[in-house]
């Protein structure tokens, strides 16, 4: 059950941003603007029935208006590379969504995770092996630290792989235009690394941070990625 209510604060906040007088709020929803007044100052709650109304006027999602996280989308061409992974905490439950969103899980509103490059701790291996990525991990996978997923971006398809404790940190993708992977460290969060254009063997895998950044970075400038 939600233990959440719209707020006077949100509504606010929220009539404000849309520049909207109390009436004219009030008139869309058919209460009086002393309604309005009230629920604003805390001094009365809008009725169930009329959250719908109310997310409609300010043009966002009910969830919105009651968790009081409006949404606003810049990835409108639902470009697979500006994904966002959500991440339970208490259960591990792992949402993607192609841009911004309210999420809740096991009662907590998550934020999406801030992906960082890979480092010392967090070397992977990614080898090419026929039309497909094999990508390694070298990581302890016990159930107090481990991988949670891997997944492979490309420009319109996502490929994730969920991982467990016990099991191996590893994953195969199709190759299909992959440009990034993604990895999800239970206890350092998440990273990524570009798929480097000539840099799929094993002999050439990133197993030197530096020196694979190096050439990911001269990578980006001969291949405009």
Same mark, same amino acid.
């Given at each position: 059950m939600m233990n959440q209510?719209?707020?006077?604060?949100?509504?606010?906040?929220?009539?404000?941003?849309?520049k909207m007088t109390q009436l004219q709020l009030a008139e869309?929803?058919?209460?009086?603007? *002393?309604?309005?007044?009230?629920?604003?100052? !805390?001094?009365?709650?809008? %009725?169930?029935?009329l959250l719908e109304p109310i997310a409609d006027a300010f043009s966002v999602s009910v969830t919105e208006l009651i968790s009081g996280n409006t949404v606003s989308n810049a990835n409108v061409s639902a470009n697979m590379l500006r994904s966002q992974f959500y991440v339970c905490p208490v259960?591990?439950?792992?949402?993607?969504s192609m841009g911004e969103a309210v999420i809740t899980c096991h009662g907590v509103c998550l934020s999406p995770a801030i992906?960082?490059?890979?480092?010392?701790?967090?070397?992977?291996l990614i080898e090419r092996v026929e039309d497909e990525y094999y990508v390694q991990?070298?990581?302890?996978?016990? *159930?107090?630290?481990?991988?949670?997923?891997? !997944?492979?971006?490309?420009? %319109?398809?996502m490929q994730i792989v969920k991982l467990y404790p016990e099991g191996s940190a590893e994953a195969r993708f199709k190759i299909n235009g992959v440009k990034k992977i993604y990895f999800y460290c239970n206890r350092d969060g998440l990273f990524y690394v570009n798929?480097?254009?000539?840099?799929?063997?094993?002999?050439?895998?990133?197993?030197?941070?530096?020196?694979r950044r190096a050439l990911e970075r001269t990578a980006d400038i001969l291949f405009g990625q």
């Amino acid at each position: 059950m939600m233990n959440q209510y719209v707020t006077g604060t949100v509504i606010k906040e929220l009539r404000e941003k849309n520049k909207m007088t109390q009436l004219q709020l009030a008139e869309k929803l058919g209460v009086s603007d *002393k309604t309005v007044s009230k629920w604003e100052t !805390a001094k009365g709650y809008p %009725d169930i029935t009329l959250l719908e109304p109310i997310a409609d006027a300010f043009s966002v999602s009910v969830t919105e208006l009651i968790s009081g996280n409006t949404v606003s989308n810049a990835n409108v061409s639902a470009n697979m590379l500006r994904s966002q992974f959500y991440v339970c905490p208490v259960c591990g439950n792992v949402i993607h969504s192609m841009g911004e969103a309210v999420i809740t899980c096991h009662g907590v509103c998550l934020s999406p995770a801030i992906a960082e490059q890979t480092d010392e701790n967090h070397m992977i291996l990614i080898e090419r092996v026929e039309d497909e990525y094999y990508v390694q991990m070298d990581h302890e996978m016990t *159930k107090q630290h481990y991988i949670s997923f891997i !997944a492979a971006a490309s420009s %319109d398809r996502m490929q994730i792989v969920k991982l467990y404790p016990e099991g191996s940190a590893e994953a195969r993708f199709k190759i299909n235009g992959v440009k990034k992977i993604y990895f999800y460290c239970n206890r350092d969060g998440l990273f990524y690394v570009n798929i480097t254009k000539g840099i799929d063997d094993k002999e050439n895998a990133y197993d030197d941070v530096e020196e694979r950044r190096a050439l990911e970075r001269t990578a980006d400038i001969l291949f405009g990625q």
